[in-house]
């Protein structure tokens, strides 16, 4: 490809490499890259990390953090965001009840009892609350924005270069949640023709995929049976519950 653009390197490249998805190598890649970035922002000054602060992270982008090596960015970074999270939460508390002190227990609890009301509406801004919590992540963000960068990618080089589309036509497929990405992308870039050749070429990478895989589990349980004990098992065959995780399961 003599007329690659640098934003075109990554996906081509992609392409290249053996595997069952070359958008699961792309997210994977990118995953690693922002969980850097992330715990490189959060020994910046607080205000700069403003995102992270507010919207925190999955329960997968949160256990990544943590089993990341270095661990003083990712407790400054949880140090701010629990006091943002405390702060809210305190606020809601205290707006409904007007609580000057909430350690007297006893009396907060009759007062949620006698107000059904304001219990009511209490609890549907927790729900809201903690709903905005849960849903939100700062890398799963990232990752989406940077994934359709390269699904534009993807389809415009699909678009005009046949060497492009010789690769993607020659690699191993996709894997189930990146090939229903591929095609509802599909219907944004391609038109009538060019769509219907598209789908159609596509499926069939995708089904000779999951038969060669079927093939391949096949084989590997066959060698469980006694009478194939002595059976000589490929590359392939060994790897296949590997690579066919990868296809049903996404990259972990
Ligand atoms: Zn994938
Ligand atoms: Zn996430």
């Not at 960068?149 to 060497?163: A, I, L």
């Amino acid at each position: 490809m003599g007329d690659e653009k640098i934003y075109m390197i990554p996906v081509n490249d992609a392409f290249s490499v053996d595997c069952e998805c070359a958008f699961c190598y792309l997210e994977n890649n990118f995953e690693k890259q922002c969980l850097e970035i992330v715990l490189g922002e959060s020994v910046m000054e607080v205000d700069s990390r403003l995102e992270t602060n507010k919207k925190g992270f999955c329960s997968r982008h949160f256990h990544m953090l943590l089993e990341q090596k270095n661990k003083l960015p990712y407790g400054l970074m949880l140090e701010t965001h629990l006091h943002e999270i405390k702060t809210n939460f305190e606020k809601i508390l205290s707006s409904h009840f007007m609580l000057l002190n909430f350690q007297k227990k006893e009396g907060f609890l009759k007062r949620i009892l006698n107000n059904h009301t304001s219990k009511e509406a209490l609890l549907n801004n927790l729900l809201q609350f903690l709903e905005n919590i849960n849903s939100q992540c700062v890398i799963c963000e990232r990752i989406n924005a940077r994934m359709k960068n390269y699904f534009d990618v993807f389809f415009f080089m699909w678009r005009t270069k046949k060497e492009f589309q010789q690769k993607v036509l020659s690699s191993k497929g996709f894997c189930f949640y990146h090939f229903c990405d591929l095609l509802k992308f599909s219907q944004n870039h391609l038109r009538s023709k060019e769509l219907d050749n598209f789908v159609e070429k596509i499926c069939k990478i995708e089904l000779d995929a999951i038969s060669r895989l079927y093939q391949n589990i096949c084989e590997f349980n066959k060698q469980f049976d006694y009478r194939n004990a002595n059976n000589v098992v490929s590359f392939e065959v060994r790897n296949s519950l590997i690579n066919a995780t990868e296809k049903l399961g996404k990259y972990k």
